[in-house]
């Protein structure tokens, strides 16, 4: 396990070989729905010992309409992330969207993510290297996996060590996403954790309705695949009903859902773990 998961506060199970999961919902919705999951994503990940980083974005920046909902406030968001992560003793992770948002979401966070638009924004992650946090940079749809080391060096010209990469698709048209496996294998080569995006890599996004569309259905091929490559760490979006989520919903894993998927991903990262 890379020393920049070992040394996250409060992760759990970083000896046991496995691959660390950054889950939760898609965004903050209310000041109730967020703990409840977190709180069921850790039981999953301590019955299957496997490190847990609670994921949940406190703004949605990226939108596909004006009216879609973005947010319940920052600080208000930001501070259910701080509770949670202080209550149940978890790591958590939050995307950010500009130089100032990374300053402002360190103090509450664990790891800043880098949403795949942005992956090549200097400043921003300049920015977020600066505050000594861990970053989850992801790569974007128009990115090669190759060219990734250029965004992971710009963290780095800060002094922070702490980077890592995550695999979400490249755009297949205007419509559809695919997952080209040999990203992974050539974002290692960077020498940083590289984790494979297991939900937005089956999205199906600038629908002409305005609200993106996906494919959960492929969840757990995507996360078969994934895990048989070799990556170090999966992430998913998860929701106890993401037909009224209020953003991601067509490509969220239901929550009951998890535990089945997890408790396969852990059984082949066993057997692979052989070879």
């Known amino acids: 396990m890379y020393k920049s998961v070992e040394n996250l506060p409060n992760i ?24 409840p999951i977190a709180k069921e994503i850790q039981r999953i990940t301590d019955k299957l010992e496997i490190p847990f980083i609670f994921k ?3 703004r949605k920046a990226n939108r596909s309409k004006m009216d879609s909902f973005s947010g319940i406030g920052d600080e208000k968001a930001l501070n259910i992330l701080r509770d949670i992560s202080r ?3 978890i790591p958590v992770v939050t995307d950010i969207h500009s130089p100032e948002e990374a300053e402002m979401a360190s103090v509450y966070v664990d790891v800043l993510q880098i949403p795949a638009f942005l992956c090549r924004q200097t400043e921003l992650l300049i920015a977020a290297g600066k505050t000594g946090k861990v970053v989850n940079i992801k790569k974007g749809q128009f990115v090669s996996g190759d060219s990734m080391k250029f965004a992971a060096e710009k ?23 695919v ?13 940083v954790p590289v984790v494979l995006d297991i939900t937005h890599s089956l999205q199906q996004p600038n629908q002409s309705e305005g609200v993106t569309g996906g494919k959960p ?39 009951d859902l998890l535990e089945n998927l997890l408790t396969h991903l852990v059984a082949l990262r066993q057997t692979i773990n052989r070879f």
């Open 155 to 177: 963290v780095r010209s800060t002094g922070n060590e702490n980077v890592w990469l995550t695999e979400r698709g490249s755009m297949f048209g205007y419509g559809d996403l």
């Open 12 to 35: 759990k199970y970083t000896d046991k070989d496995n691959f660390f999961l950054m889950a939760g919902p898609c965004v903050i919705e209310d000041e109730n729905m967020a703990y």
């Open 217 to 255: 259905d492929l969840i757990e091929t995507i996360g078969r695949a994934g895990v048989a490559v070799g990556v170090d760490g999966i992430f998913l979006e998860t929701h106890p009903n993401p037909a009224v989520a209020k953003s991601d919903g067509a490509n969220m894993l239901r929550l």
């Open 56 to 58: 949940a974005s406190y």
């Open 179 to 191: 997952v080209d496996y040999r990203n992974i294998p050539a974002m290692q080569k960077a020498g």
């Open 87 to 89: 209550e149940l003793e």
